[in-house]
């Protein structure tokens, strides 16, 4: 994906995880509450998908956190997403976060998260929000949402920003995530149409052919390239 020598000679970057760099897939869970977790992770890991982020709009995400961790152990990466304030962050710091996700570009978030050194993917739509966050020292930068201006825009970011590293979020599909991958994104970050019906009582063993199914499609562009 990149390295730190990327990064403006001013700005400290945390890259991404070789785990995230090598599958390029995070999923994203929102629940009724965090303690419901752990069976779609496991569905997940074996699919394949091993980034997992834990989102704030989902109660008690800091409690179950550690709880995850010890659980699933170096099988899989939990970040916390929906980010919106310092306080925030560094309680997701503290209870294990691999990395921070935010909705919006906040520099006040993502230079917490550097002085700490976590990964931080802040979320922004335009030109200006976008650069913003990566010359603050994002690992990556989100398109949220992502459905909203499409694979393209990856290579439109590129012409004036070349190192500018996206994960697009937000109506990314399975079988889109490859238009994506080839558009020159680090890699795609999927909620609803990769969890399905997981949380509502869903058949597991179909999350786990989905997940397995898109990372056979992400792996399949990025072996492309």
């Not at 020292?137 to 909203?148: D, E, I, L, N, T």
Request: proline residues 6%.
């Amino acid at each position: 994906m990149y390295s730190t020598e990327d990064a403006p000679a001013a700005t400290r970057r945390i890259p991404a995880s070789p785990l995230l760099q090598r599958t390029r897939t995070i999923a994203v869970m929102r629940a009724a509450h965090a303690t419901d977790y752990a069976p779609v992770v496991e569905a997940l890991i074996k699919g394949g998908v091993l980034s997992i982020e834990l989102t704030l709009s989902t109660p008690g995400v800091f409690a179950e956190l550690p709880r995850l961790r010890d659980r699933f152990g170096d099988s899989a990466e939990f970040g916390v997403g929906t980010v919106t304030n310092v306080d925030d962050a560094v309680q997701a710091i503290d209870a294990g976060a691999a990395y921070l996700v935010t909705p919006c570009t906040d520099t006040a978030v993502i230079d917490a998260a550097v002085q700490r050194g976590v990964a931080v993917y802040p979320g922004g739509l335009t030109p200006t929000e976008l650069y913003t966050g990566w010359s603050a020292g994002a690992s990556a930068v989100k398109v949220f949402p992502a459905s909203v201006v499409g694979a393209g825009y990856v290579s439109a970011l590129r012409g004036p920003f070349p190192d500018i590293q996206v994960v697009p979020s937000g109506g990314v599909g399975i079988q889109d995530a490859a238009d994506w991958i080839r558009a020159g994104a680090a890699a795609v970050s999927l909620g609803g149409p990769l969890l399905g019906d997981a949380f509502d009582g869903g058949d597991l063993r179909r999350l786990a052919e989905r997940a397995a199914r898109l990372r056979d499609v992400v792996d399949e562009a990025a072996a492309a390239l």
